[in-house]
């Protein structure tokens, strides 16, 4: 006896019954609960297990071999042989289902505004939109994205991810694929809404540099690996090579996440230094969070002591005690150019831009040491 699958029927659904135990079945596929080399129950256990026809269950299976994400081999019984989300479109149909899925890596309060743009946007095509938070999980976007797939959606907007959620070896991708827009991802040249990190980078160290006289400046960012992170870190390296200052890898502190207990740990590294920095950057204001936590624990003032900047300029930051200096990304207008971009691919409608690079602005605040 193999394991009971978690299936169920609908006798008073639209959708003849094969059809539901075909869509609930690749649904498990889709969410990894079914997985590749794993046997289907046999057709009369199953059919036992729902109470219907055994004719009915062999029909759904046949739909699945057809969608070829099973194959049922002699004296072996029905196998599973795909996972692959391009299977899984097989089954999707033409008609539009007025749904977006968007992946999202965190509930960091910078993605607020962003969300909201693309549900303003989404609001006037009436579309429903389905937010799915990867929370760094490197097998979360994979396996978000064969859901949203397996559940018909017109569009996926993938955000802040160190890669493309839908890849292909070499050749274009099938049409019955959804369109996906990358949003803060580097390495997507097309399709694509990116920040000038760079350019926030340099931008607040220059003004640490050029306005305050700092000369050692620290950092306190996520791993550097991340290309949305290490182009930052560029122009924190840039602006300090225009002063003629020397850079100090001591000064860099890496941590997990964009998170106040990363922020806190990092300024605790920074600070343990036997010369600390006068100056702190924070590649993200919920990062400077948790650092003006530790400064303050410290015994130390801000700016009089320690000056320290962020990058995001969320909410919060006019409130702090003192007012953060950081740079402002346009967060809302970028969700809502990520939709308006969906919206021309999904329909066929030219696209003026293929990549669209948003600029950042300096917002001068006390934490700095500006009045």
């Known amino acids: 006896m193999t394991m009971p699958l978690p299936l169920h029927i609908d006798p008073i659904s639209n959708l003849p019954v094969y059809a539901q135990i075909r869509q609930q079945i690749t649904w498990l596929i889709a969410s990894g609960d079914i997985k590749k080399g794993d046997h289907l129950p046999p057709i009369r256990e199953l059919a036992t297990q729902l109470g219907i026809h055994m004719h009915t269950v062999r029909q759904a299976y046949h739909a699945l071999e057809a969608d070829k994400l099973v194959e049922t081999r002699p004296k072996r019984g029905t196998i599973v042989i795909s996972t692959d989300i391009y299977r899984l479109t097989y089954r999707t149909s033409n008609l539009p289902s007025h749904t977006i899925g968007i992946l999202v890596p ?3 309060p910078f993605y607020s505004p962003y969300l909201q743009g693309i549900e303003d946007e989404a609001r006037k095509t009436n ?3 389905f937010t799915c938070y990867t929370l760094y999980d490197k097998t979360s976007p994979d396996r978000f994205t064969r859901q949203l797939i397996a559940k018909g959606v017109d569009g996926i907007i993938a955000t802040s991810l160190e890669s493309a959620i839908i890849q292909t070896q070499g050749g274009p991708l099938p049409k019955s694929l959804p369109p996906v827009v990358y949003v803060d ?4 040249k097309v399709n694509s809404i990116v920040i000038d990190n760079e350019g926030a980078g340099y931008q ?7 306005k305050h006289r700092y000369r050692r400046i620290g950092l306190i ?6 290309q949305n992170v ?7 390296r840039r602006a300090l090579a225009e002063a003629g200052i020397e850079f100090d890898e001591r000064l860099v502190a890496e941590v997990p996440f ?4 990363n922020g806190y740990q990092g300024v605790k590294q920074l600070l343990a230094l036997k010369s600390p920095p006068r100056a702190i950057f924070a590649v993200a204001d919920i990062l400077a969070v948790g650092a003006v936590q530790a400064i303050k624990e410290a015994g130390l003032r801000i700016p009089e002591d320690i000056a320290i900047a962020g990058y995001n300029n969320i909410e919060v930051t006019a409130l702090m005690e003192p007012p953060l200096t950081t740079a402002s990304v346009p967060t809302y207008e970028m969700g809502v150019a990520a939709m308006t971009m969906l919206n021309n691919l999904r329909t066929n409608r030219p696209v003026e831009k293929r990549r669209v690079v948003m600029s950042t602005e300096l917002i001068v605040r006390r934490s700095c040491g500006c009045a």
């Open 221 to 226: 960012t996520p791993p550097i690996a991340w």
């Open 230 to 236: 290490r182009d930052c870190y560029d122009g924190y």
């Open 204 to 210: 607040i160290t220059a003004h640490l540099v050029k």
């Open 185 to 188: 991802d580097p390495a997507q």
């Open 106 to 108: 965190s509930r960091n």
């Open 127 to 129: 579309d429903l939109l």
């Open 258 to 261: 964009f998170t106040p207990e």
